[in-house]
Structure formats: C-alpha cells, structure tokens
C-alpha cells in the first residue's frame, strides 16, 4: 500500500515562529472507521520510521493481529521534517521551487502534533480511541494528549519519556556532530552528508541494543582475529542500510526535534503536573535493558499520571524491544483492552 498524500495550502506556523507556506502530510490508513467514529486507533511513530506501520510494526498491525484493520481504522502519519513525504528538507520550497535542504526551519514535537491535527481534521475524525506512540512516537503522544485531551479516550506509550533527557541529548549531539564532520552534510542534494548519517547511525545502533546483544550476537569464535570483526562489520552494514533509506539533514533536523521535547515547557512549573493533566487510562510499558531510555523514565511516568497500568518487559533487545517483543506486547495490550 503506498503513502497517501494531503496537501494544505494554509500557512502552517511553527513553534519557533517561523512559518511554512504550506504544508505536506504523508500517512497511510488501514481499515474503515466505523458509523459513529469510535475505531480510529493513531500510531505516531519514530525517529527514522515511515507511516507504513502495518509494515514496520506488523507484529501488531495487520489482519488477525492485537490492532487489526477489519476492527479498527488505523492511520499513520509520517512526522514533518521527514523524508518519508511530509514537509522536510527533501520536499520544494514553493517560494524558490526548489527543495528546502538545510534551510527547512526547526521543528519541535509540538509542531509535529499540530500537523497531526490538521491531518484528523482532513480525515475528518472526531475522536481517537487508542493513540500509541513508542520512542519518539511517545514523545508525540504525551504532547497531543495534552492537547486535545477531549478527543483522545486512551494511551499506549512504549520506552519514552516526559522530556528529552541530558543522556539522550548527550546522544543526539554526538550523532549531529559525525553528520556535520562530513563536509558534505549541507550540499543541496538528496545524498548529502552519507558518510556522516553512516557514523551517526553507528553511534545509535550503541544505544539502541546493549552489551549483552551485541555479545550473544556478534561475538567472534575465531581467537586469532586481529581485524573485522563481527562486530563491526555488523555496525557498517546498520549504517549503510539507513543511508540507503534516510537522509543525514532529515536525520540532523528530528534530532533537534527531539532534544526539543518536554511537555512542561510553557506550561506548568514541572514534569509532575503536566502529567497530572493527562487524565486518559494509560497502558505504559517499559524494556528491562533499554539504554537509551531506561525503565526509570517509564517509571516515572506511571508514578505520576493519574490511570496508568505499567508492564515492564524482561528482554534483551534493549530499545529497539518495543519493536522487536511483539508478542509480550501483543499479550499486554490485548489484556489491557
């Protein structure tokens, strides 16, 4: 199933002031929301993923699965700043008729969400009943819940958090500067900045699994081995398989977007509070081994927000486990509905 495409002419400010002429929103839908709109199930994704989710989470999604189209209506939007069809560094400027490359404005979480919303309103969707988001995806969920929380019934949020945190910041900064040690980075072209989205990648692949993957996976058995190891060979091929689908300035602008995120800015005095605002029932689930953003965020979250049922998932996959254990997963969410 391809992407569809909704195009609205509107000028679409962003959170930093700055304003797009117009904005462009790829998502994809599976199933048919039902006469009084109460199936719609929203799945916000994360940092390099599309909107196909029944294709990058279809452990959950897809026919005869816990979020099936022949019971739900599930949409996908591909996130803004993107390269994945929505309004981002690869997509023409209307004011020059050529693309935007490094000159496309920051984006923030919020501006991510506000463009969700124009997009419910084009499908014409009044409420939501299950909104889910891991990652980066959580980050959107917990911004929209606080939002609109008259449209939105529940939450299923997986290894995120209410802010970025200083060790994800730490992360992210590192991944931006081997994108701008590459001399290429900013070259106004759709391959810009390889060699550093390669290094950026590699450095994400460290926090994305755990010391014990990596030594139950790519281990050598050869003792004499004084070079390529498994190891690296299995961190170069991670890196060169998301050059050969994303992009380094796309790349560089989501992770701004992310250091970005905390739902108290501008809002309440604290983290506590503004989750206290969210009233929703929320499912909340948590990866015994994930680095980069370890149970300790989860169990905030669920310490503060008013309805929350918490699972945390012994697994060995690290973060990349909310992707990967779709089976606990599917468990849990199937229980908790």
């Known amino acids: 199933m391809s992407a569809q495409v909704f195009h609205s002419k509107a000028p679409f400010r962003l959170e930093s002031g700055q304003v797009l002429p117009e904005l462009q929103i790829a998502y994809h839908t599976y199933g048919t929301m039902n006469a009084d ?21 279809s452990g959950l999604i897809g026919h005869g699965r816990v979020i099936d ?23 023409v400027n ?29 499908l014409q969707i009044q409420q939501i009943s299950l909104l889910v988001g891991g990652s980066m995806g959580g980050y959107q969920v917990l911004e929209w819940a606080l939002t609109e929380p008259e449209r939105i019934k529940r939450l299923f949020l997986l290894c995120t958090g209410a802010a970025e945190s200083a060790w994800g910041i730490a992360i992210h900064t590192a991944q931006r500067l081997a994108i701008e040690a590459d001399a290429s980075w900013q070259d106004p072209s759709p391959h810009a900045g390889a060699r550093g989205l390669k290094a950026a990648r590699a450095i994400g692949m ?23 190891f ?21 790349y560089w602008l989501l992770t701004k ?12 005095e604290d983290i506590t509070t503004s989750l206290s605002h969210i009233q929703q029932p929320v499912l909340l689930i948590g990866i015994s081994s994930d680095l980069l953003c370890p149970p300790e965020e989860q169990r905030l979250l669920a310490t503060y927000l008013p309805d929350t049922s918490y699972h945390e998932i012994d697994s060995s996959y690290g973060h990349d486990g909310f992707l990967i254990e779709f089976e606990k997963i599917g468990k849990i969410l199937k229980d908790w509905q």
Not at 37 to 57: I, K, M, P
């Open 94 to 122: 209307p004011a020059t008729g050529q693309p935007w490359y490094t000159s496309f404005p920051a984006v923030t979480i919020r501006d991510m969400v506000q463009a969700h919303r124009l997009l419910r309103e084009h």
């Open 206 to 228: 460290v926090t994305y699994r755990n010391y014990q993957t990596f030594m139950r996976t790519q281990s050598d058995p050869d003792k004499e081995k004084t070079d390529h």
């Open 257 to 268: 977007a992310m250091d970005s995120h905390n739902i108290a800015r501008g809002r309440h």
């Open 230 to 250: 498994r190891a690296s060979s299995y961190i170069e091929y991670q890196g060169e398989k998301l050059v050969k689908r994303f992009n380094a300035q796309s």
């Open 37 to 57: 709109g109460s199936n719609v199930v929203w799945v916000c994704h994360a940092l390099t993923a599309n909107s196909d989710a029944a294709d990058w989470w």
């Open 69 to 91: 189209p022949a019971q739900h209506f599930i949409v996908c939007a591909n996130i803004i700043g993107s390269c994945y069809g929505s309004s981002g560094p690869h997509t």
